[in-house]
């Protein structure tokens, strides 16, 4: 069986269905790994989650800020916005069905060769601790008081882990690490106002992954999230959102040795502000968009 792990869809299915085209995926014999944000912003977000969902055991999907932003909405009348992309989902006839089935996706997904979140883990955080935080989180996700986590899971606060951290504080990171992070400083206290890419943020800052002696190092880690930081390979992490959205590219990799590379050219759905500065706020879930957006080429 082949596994290809794709990066950010964001309702941009047509480029989707084109990537599977040139992968040649074939359900009864692949499987997809997708690195979360399936949904928002692009035009055919009902479509995306139809599909993955469609697939079954042939995919799966960990969850992103924007997958996990839709599920806020879903349950709370003030964060449902009518201009929003995700409106077709809240509005369509089988939306309970589809959250049902989004909310029992994983954070943190793995085998024996790799691993997958949607954006970053913690310098403090091994295997072990990362299973158990996951677990944690979505064992809140799937029982019958989940709406009022979502109701209350926004925020930049804590922004540094400690094992004293209880209750709503210590979901909040770690949600926050495992669907937002990009840049933290040496202790793995998460940044949130610099989403440029690398060598744009202040002194002090570094990429999660570049964090020294993190205990996360040995795993080989697949991310998504962080389109201004393009296709990256390296410190034994890949990361794949290649900023399809914003006019660059939809990736996937095969998993093996060596990981193998496809991608194609999006037409881009939304268009970056190139007004905007490097350091700005990154909003926690319906984020604003990235700077820049145009990935590595394929060589």
Sequence with gaps: MAIYAIGDVQGC?????????????????????????????GPKSLETLRFVKGLGDAAVTVLGNHDMHLLAASCTQKIANKKDA?????????????????????????????????????PQWDFKKTQKMALLAEQTLKSPDYAQFLK??????????????????????????????????????????????????????????????????GLRIICGHWSTLGYYEGDNCYAIDTGCLWGGQLTAIKLGSPVERFSIDCPGEKKPNKLRTMKRPAPAYASEPPLTSIAAPVN
């Design 13 to 41: 299915f047509d480029d989707l269905l084109k990537l599977l085209d040139l992968i040649a995926f074939d359900k009864t014999k692949d499987q997809l790994w997708f690195a979360g944000d399936l949904v928002n912003r």
């Design 86 to 122: 995700l409106t077709p989902i809240l509005e369509a006839p089988d939306c309970g069905e589809l959250i049902d089935w989004l909310r029992h996706r994983p954070l943190f997904h793995y085998n024996k060769d790799f691993c997958m979140v949607h954006a970053g883990l913690p």
């Design 152 to 217: 209350q899971m926004y925020g930049n606060k804590p922004n540094i882990w400690s094992a004293n951290l209880k209750g709503m504080s210590r979901l909040r990171f770690i949600i926050n690490c495992f669907t937002r992070m990009r840049y933290c400083d040496e202790d793995g206290r998460l940044d949130f106002t610099n989403s440029g890419p690398m060598g744009s943020q202040p002194k002090g800052l570094m990429p999660w992954f570049q964090v020294p002696n993190r205990k996360s190092a």
